[in-house]
């Protein structure tokens, strides 16, 4: 079924889409025909290497770089998709860091950072997205396996961020699911990344 998925015309924006889980989401909405922005933070050189792979077979891709944790990166990256393309259709929540350690040895620092990037970058990505998309629009959020399933030693805090990221979905489809927008979340397993 998904092969035969048209997203032509369609505009994405994918967050952390540069490396891992998000840079695999980024090739297959411009597979499928999706215009395709994403957000970066440190990989710069993957970022472009993804935009010219896009580009090499026919897509349109544009690489933000965009700390998930800073909120006027996040504002800036989302209204230069607005800019560039006039509308967003798509947006995948991917952003995500990961904290582990005992919940005795996680600093304040330590708590916000995940705080910021794992919540408040989800929470402003999707309000400054939603000014520019209408109705069939579509939000995926990254979620973890870890807050229903296996969670395990050293990982409580970042249990804590994503299992933030189920409710806040679930809370979305309530909110914006008359007006015609999708709300998912997917909670992958573990990867090497």
Wanted: aromatic share 6%; hydrophobic share 40%; charged share 20%.
């Amino acid at each position: 079924m998904l092969n035969k998925l048209s997203l032509t015309g369609k505009i994405a924006l994918v967050t952390g889409g540069s490396r891992s889980i998000g840079a695999e989401i980024v090739k297959k909405l411009a597979a499928h025909g999706a215009t395709v922005a994403f957000t970066y933070h440190a990989s710069q050189k993957k970022a472009e290497e993804l935009v010219k792979e896009i580009e090499f077979y026919g897509g349109q891709g544009l690489a933000i770089k965009a700390d998930a944790g800073n909120p006027e990166m996040v504002i800036h990256a989302v209204a230069e998709v607005a800019r560039k393309f006039n509308k967003i259709d798509i947006l995948v929540n991917n952003a995500g860091i990961s904290h582990l350690g005992s919940l005795e040895a996680v600093t304040i620092a330590d708590f916000e950072r995940l705080v910021a990037v794992n919540i408040t970058g989800v929470f402003l990505t999707t309000r400054e997205s939603l000014k520019h998309m209408g109705k069939g629009g579509r939000i995926i959020n990254i979620g973890s396996t870890m807050v229903n399933y296996s969670g395990f030693s050293g990982a409580s805090i970042y249990i804590l961020t994503k299992g933030a990221i189920t409710g806040f979905s679930k809370g979305l489809v309530r909110e914006l699911g008359s007006k015609g927008i999708t709300i998912n979340t997917i909670h992958p397993g573990p990867t090497n990344s």
